[in-house]
């Protein structure tokens, strides 16, 4: 059985930083996607990051870009987010996904990107950002 787990949210004040984690069991981030999204109240839930294991690509959607990053630590099986600078508006659900890298087409949007084919999902961790 597939397990992402996510960890590392919480409570924090703008202007601060969190560390996301992505665990995975019984599945290898070996030629894999893994993407951050997140869905605030109200909203749709939106692609954050993503990385490729296959050629290291990462994306950001445009809101995040240069206050998030992501990175995977091969020796852990994990996939962290790093977030700088947070917004009361990064307020919202994470959630982290993954899928084989031969089955997730990635696209571009108008905000950052979105992908198909990821079909391993956590069930999310809620980040609060206080102003």
């Known amino acids: 059985e597939v397990q992402l787990v996510e960890s590392g949210g919480g409570l924090v004040q703008a202007g601060g930083s969190l560390r996301l984690s992505c665990a995975a069991s019984g599945f290898s981030f070996d030629d894999a996607v893994i993407g951050w999204f997140h869905q605030a109240p109200g909203k749709e839930r939106e692609g954050v990051s993503y990385i490729s294991t296959v050629n290291g690509d990462t994306g950001d959607a445009d809101a995040v870009k240069g206050r998030f990053a992501i990175s995977r630590d091969e020796t852990k099986n994990t996939v962290n987010l790093q977030m700088n600078n947070l917004k009361p508006e990064d307020t919202a659900v994470y959630y982290c996904?993954?899928?084989?890298?031969?089955?997730?087409?990635?696209?571009?949007?108008?905000?950052?990107?979105?992908?198909?084919?990821?079909?391993?999902w956590g069930k999310g961790i809620l980040v609060t950002v206080s102003s």
């Open positions: 996904a993954a899928g084989l890298a031969e089955n997730v087409i990635v696209t571009l949007t108008p905000e950052g990107w979105n992908a198909h084919g990821m079909n391993y």
